[in-house]
C-alpha cells in the first residue's frame, strides 16, 4: 500500500498549487448556491409539498453540494489519464511496477480531495454565516455528523470507482468526448446532482435508489442535511460499501481484460 499512499500523495500535492482559475470557481460556486437556494425557496413558498425533505433541509443539500462539488464529480481534471490512453504512452504505464487500476484511482481521488480543499472552505465559511432562512445548518448531533463523514469517504470511492469503468471504456474507443458528456448527464441526474433524489415521483426513487449513482453524492448529502438518519442513515452506509465493493471489483476485472488487448502504435 505506500507505493499507492505515494502516487496519492503526489498528486494531491500538485493539486494544491495554486491555479488561476480559483476566483472564478468560486465566484461561480456562490452564485449557483445562491441561485438554487432561492429557486427552492420560491418553490417551498409556493405551497410545494410533494418531496420528503424539508426546507431547511433542502438548503443545507445544496450548500454543501456546492462545498463538494467537486468531489462526487465523476467527470473531472484527470486530464493525464486522457492523454495516456489516447496518445498510446499507456504503454509506460503497464511497464511501470505497480497495478494500473490501483494508480489511477489513487490519482484520480487525490485530484478530487486536493481541488476540494482549496475551494470548499471560502463557500463554506460564506453558507454558514448568511442570515436565515438561507444558512446551512449544521448536522445534529455528533453521530449524524460522524456518518455523514463515513458516507462522504464511502461516496468518493464509489464516485472513482465508476469514474475507472469510464476510463476503461475509453480503450474501445476513437473519442473520449462522447463518453464524458453521456457519463456526466447520466451521473449528474440520477445522484440527485441536478435535483434531490427525493423530489423524484415515487415510481422513479424506487428504481433509482437501488442504482450506484444513490451512493454517490446523494446519500452524504441527505445524511448531512437530516434527511436520513438513525438506523436508515447506518442502512445508507453500507449500501454505499456494498456498491464500492461491486464497482471496484467490476473496474478490475474490465482493465484486466482491456490489458490484454492493448495495441499501442508507432515507436
Known sequence: MKKYFSVFRIRFINGLQYR????????????????????YTA?????????????SQTVSYMWMQQVLFVLFS?????????????SGSIAYEMVRPMDLYGRWFCQ???????????NALP?????????QPYRMTLPVGAGQFGLFLVSMVLALGVTVAFAMLMYVSLFYTLSQRGVRIIVTA???????????????????????????????????????????AGSSAVYGVLFQLFWLVV?????????????????VQGG
Do not use: H
Request: one cysteine or more; hydrophobic letters at 60%; charged letters at 10%.
Open 20 to 39: 488561476a482559475v480559483l476566483f472564478f470557481t468560486l465566484a461561480a460556486r456562490f452564485a449557483w448556491g445562491f441561485m438554487e437556494v432561492l429557486a
Open 186 to 228: 447520466v451521473t449528474s441526474f440520477l445522484s440527485g446532482g441536478v435535483i434531490p433524489l427525493p423530489f423524484f415521483p415515487a415510481q422513479v426513487l424506487a428504481v433509482v435508489e437501488l442504482l450506484p449513482f444513490a451512493a454517490m453524492q446523494n446519500m452524504p448529502l441527505r445524511i448531512y442535511s437530516g434527511n436520513i
Open 43 to 55: 418553490l417551498y413558498r409556493s405551497g410545494y409539498a410533494g418531496a420528503s425533505m424539508e426546507y
Open 108 to 118: 484520480s481521488a487525490a485530484n478530487r480531495v486536493s481541488f476540494t480543499l482549496i
Open 247 to 263: 464497482l471496484v471489483f467490476l473496474g478490475r476485472l474490465w482493465m484486466g481484460r482491456a490489458q490484454k488487448k492493448v495495441i
Open 123 to 131: 463557500v463554506l465559511v460564506v453558507a454558514c454565516i448568511i442570515p
Open 74 to 86: 465523476v467527470v473531472f481534471s484527470d486530464g493525464d489519464i486522457y492523454s495516456a490512453i489516447g
